[in-house]
């Protein structure tokens, strides 16, 4: 499909979803982006940056998604193009949550119907685009934190080995989520501080919004973070214990054994003499004995709060 071009008042959006051969040549005939950034673009997913030049600004910014089967996070890259009259984004994979917001902002074009984001520059354009695209990520962090307390019952009721899984998956996930944001947070701060052509100074206190949005998500991970950290070393500590307590009574049943096996040995020996050997009742007598050097060695190990 052809790039996805919405004339708005103030500016034009042109967004393409998946990248394709043909988008390139597009942006190279209609535009003249260094072509160092064509070839970032090309290439798929790359690291988050800003490059800033005289007529444009090129912008890389990364995104989570979330594989429900897999239950792990991933990240969605955005690479845009930001002029005085212009924006141009391009989505590596096909995003169909920008391309029915760019769909939007045609229709509303073609019916003449006036929005905020139709009135007003590219630079506010794409701030409304940020706002909405990490808003909408807010309740899959919640989602987190409410996973984190049902991890945190299951670690505190004995369910340790479940929880175990639980807390890696979240600990994967957090550290992708924070490696994901940490960027973006430098990335804000440049376009808050930015003061020229493209980026108005009217457009501080909007980039700010965004920059605070993402600093919340920052703090909030963080705390889900060393949340997670102490619920693991507390499930780890509830484990070696159970591992411990395994191996005490081990340890009791095997000393506890040991005189039954000397005696079934020496008795079990071809020699004679030994006591009640050739008795009648020899037998049970060794017996008694037997269960006597047993139940001595629990009450002992009990009495000194072995178990």
């Given at each position: 499909m052809s790039p996805r071009i919405a004339k708005l008042k103030n500016s034009t959006w042109v967004h393409i979803s998946p990248i394709r051969e043909e988008d390139i040549g597009y942006l190279e005939k209609h535009y003249k982006f260094h072509h160092l950034d064509i070839k970032d673009c090309k290439e798929g997913v790359q690291r988050p940056k800003i490059d800033i030049y005289d007529d444009y600004i090129f912008v890389i910014f990364h995104f989570p998604t979330y594989n429900k089967k897999k239950k792990r996070v991933n990240i969605k890259s955005l690479n845009v193009f930001l002029g005085r009259d212009f924006l141009v984004t391009l989505s590596p994979e096909k995003d169909r949550f920008l391309e029915s917001l760019n769909l939007k902002a045609r229709n509303r074009t073609k019916k003449k119907i006036s929005s905020d984001i139709m009135d007003n520059s590219s630079?506010?354009?794409?701030?409304?685009?940020?706002?909405?695209?990490?808003?909408?990520?807010?309740?899959?962090?919640?989602?987190?934190?409410?996973?984190?307390?049902?991890?945190?019952?299951?670690?505190?009721?004995?369910?340790?080995?479940?929880?175990?899984?639980?807390?890696?998956?979240?600990?994967?996930?957090?550290?992708?989520?924070?490696?994901?944001?940490?960027?973006?947070?430098?990335?804000?701060?440049?376009?808050?501080?930015?003061?020229?052509?493209?980026?108005?100074?009217?457009?501080?206190?909007?980039?700010?919004?965004?920059?605070?949005?993402?600093?919340?998500?920052?703090?909030?991970?963080?705390?889900?973070?060393?949340?997670?950290?102490?619920?693991?070393?507390?499930?780890?500590?509830?484990?070696?214990?159970?591992?411990?307590?395994?191996?005490?009574?081990?340890?009791?049943?095997?000393?506890?054994?040991?005189?039954?096996?000397?005696?079934?040995?020496?008795?079990?020996?071809?020699?004679?003499?030994?006591?009640?050997?050739?008795?009648?009742?020899?037998?049970?007598?060794?017996?008694?004995?037997?269960?006597?050097?047993?139940?001595?060695?629990?009450?002992?190990a009990k009495k000194k709060n072995i178990i």
């Open positions: 630079a506010y354009l794409l701030y409304k685009i940020l706002d909405v695209l990490y808003r909408k990520y807010l309740p899959f962090i919640n989602k987190i934190g409410e996973h984190i307390s049902v991890i945190e019952d299951e670690v505190f009721s004995g369910k340790n080995k479940s929880a175990n899984i639980n807390l890696a998956i979240r600990r994967r996930n957090i550290l992708n989520l924070r490696r994901i944001l940490f960027p973006q947070l430098r990335i804000m701060d440049k376009l808050v501080e930015m003061r020229n052509n493209i980026i108005p100074e009217s457009m501080s206190t909007y980039y700010d919004d965004v920059d605070d949005y993402i600093e919340n998500m920052w703090s909030a991970l963080t705390n889900y973070h060393d949340t997670v950290d102490g619920l693991y070393n507390t499930n780890e500590s509830f484990i070696n214990q159970k591992t411990n307590d395994v191996i005490k009574y081990l340890t009791i049943i095997s000393v506890a054994l040991l005189p039954l096996t000397l005696i079934a040995s020496i008795y079990g020996m071809n020699v004679t003499g030994l006591p009640f050997a050739d008795h009648p009742t020899g037998l049970w007598v060794i017996f008694i004995i037997m269960w006597a050097i047993v139940i001595g060695s629990i009450y002992l």
